[in-house]
């Protein structure tokens, strides 16, 4: 298990990706949240179990019904201390 932070390029900002994105991963009991960056991004920060890391990769990809998702970033962050239930919409 790891926490990494994730930046969503493209369409993703003003299409629902959050509240989408956000469902599906409470669905699949993911921890962490989810914000728009002031440059047009979006930011994950998620804890991810390595056998689940391909299903939260295509999740963030396949977005929302309007989004369109050109690239996905990502990093592990040593240090994370989160105190979320659950996954949540920030910003």
């Known amino acids: 298990m790891q926490w990494?932070?994730?930046?969503?390029?493209?369409?993703?900002?003003?299409?629902f990706?959050?509240?989408?994105?956000?469902?599906?991963?409470?669905?699949?009991?993911?921890?962490?949240?989810?914000?728009n960056l002031d440059d047009g991004t979006v930011e994950v920060v998620a804890e991810v179990f390595d056998d689940d890391f391909e299903t939260f990769l295509t999740i963030l990809k396949?977005?929302?019904?309007?989004?369109?998702?050109?690239?996905?970033?990502?990093?592990?962050?040593?240090?994370?201390v989160f105190h979320t239930d659950g996954f949540e919409i920030r910003k």
Do not use: T
Not at 4 to 15: H, T
Not at 17 to 35: C, D, N, P, T
């Open 17 to 35: 990706y959050r509240k989408s994105v956000s469902q599906a991963l409470m669905k699949k009991q993911f921890k962490g949240y989810i914000q």
């Open 4 to 15: 990494y932070r994730f930046i969503v390029y493209g369409k993703v900002q003003g299409v």
């Open 62 to 80: 396949e977005g929302s019904p309007l989004s369109s998702v050109e690239d996905v970033k990502y990093e592990v962050i040593d240090d994370a």
